[in-house]
């Protein structure tokens, strides 16, 4: 009849009959490793000890069996599954890790992303037997968004939590690409291990005049984002001697003051100062 479930009685004729856990209406067979339905009683079970792939595992189970071959239980089987698994997980987590530790070092020494995909056709040659190195997928496109969207996070939540804690300064200066102008900030401190660092801490896009007050907005705008307490962490800033940074009246410095009044007058970078004598000399030198 339809819908008939297990019956434990079929197990005397059909000894690879096995009931299936949770689903009573579905019989397991242990040499085809594989279930079926029993809806319709033990028809169906004998129908599946006719069919010609059951005789054929049969008679591959004797030859192994007669080969002195042990046969595994299911569960063993499924033991030696989550096994292989899990091996096969580790693999693939360690070429993981392998790409992102390349797409950073490529990254740190500023050589062109298109080596990595050098790397990656180089690598299968000289490591044939890396199962690590075959599960990698290099690119200097899957490069550019492990950095943006993973290291470069990662990284970024750190600083912050770094200049959240210790006093820093800040050096900043305009440039225009194209027809956009943009603000670079960064940023020198000194962390936990009491060593000095250097950073890179955001770029603004700047979309209203290069002002001294609005220069100013933005910079502390960025670190309002960023959630940084410069009121009473800032203890510097470091930019070039123009009058839109220095001017006595109108200039960056004279409204950062306003917001943070520790910060010391030290001027303009004495080395952008030397960069600005350089140019100018060489350009009276080829006059003619």
């Given at each position: 009849m339809p819908g008939c479930k297990?019956?434990?009685?079929w197990q005397r004729k059909y000894s690879w009959a096995c009931p299936v856990k949770g689903?009573?209406?579905?019989?397991?067979?242990?040499?085809?490793d594989s279930d079926f339905s029993c809806d319709h009683g033990s028809a169906e079970l004998k129908r599946h000890d006719g069919n010609i792939k059951h005789k054929n595992n049969v008679e591959r189970r004797k030859v192994v069996d007669a080969a002195g071959t042990r046969s595994i239980s299911i569960t063993e089987s499924f033991k030696k599954a989550e096994a292989i698994s899990s091996e096969q997980k580790k693999i693939k987590d360690a070429a993981l890790i392998a790409e992102a530790s390349i797409s950073n070092l490529i990254a740190t020494h500023n050589v062109p992303r298109s080596l990595i995909n050098?790397?990656?056709?180089?690598?299968?040659v000289i490591i044939p037997d890396s199962q690590?190195?075959?599960q990698m997928s290099l690119h200097h496109?899957?490069?550019f968004y492990t950095l943006t969207f993973g290291t470069a996070?990662?990284?970024?939540?750190?600083?912050?939590?770094?200049?959240?804690?210790?006093?820093?300064?800040i050096n900043y200066d305009e440039s225009v690409k194209g027809k956009a102008s943009q603000l670079e900030l960064n940023v020198s401190y000194r962390d936990d291990k009491n060593r000095i660092c250097r950073a890179h801490l955001v770029t603004v896009d700047m979309v209203v005049s290069l002002t001294g007050e609005n220069i100013s907005k933005?910079?502390?705008s960025a670190m309002d984002t960023l959630g940084i307490p410069y009121k009473n962490k800032l203890v510097?800033?470091?930019t070039d001697g123009c009058s839109v940074m220095l001017g006595i009246h109108a200039g960056c410095h004279v409204f950062n003051k306003r917001v943070v009044p520790q910060l010391p007058d030290l001027g303009g970078c004495s080395c952008h100062d030397a960069c600005n004598c350089l140019k100018v000399g060489m350009k009276a030198m080829n006059k003619d």
């Open positions: 297990w019956n434990p009685e689903n009573p209406q579905r019989v397991f067979c242990s040499v085809c050098c790397l990656a056709e180089l690598l299968p690590i190195v075959k496109h899957k490069a996070q990662h990284v970024k939540k750190k600083l912050v939590s770094q200049l959240q804690q210790w006093p820093f300064s933005a910079v502390f510097c800033e470091r």
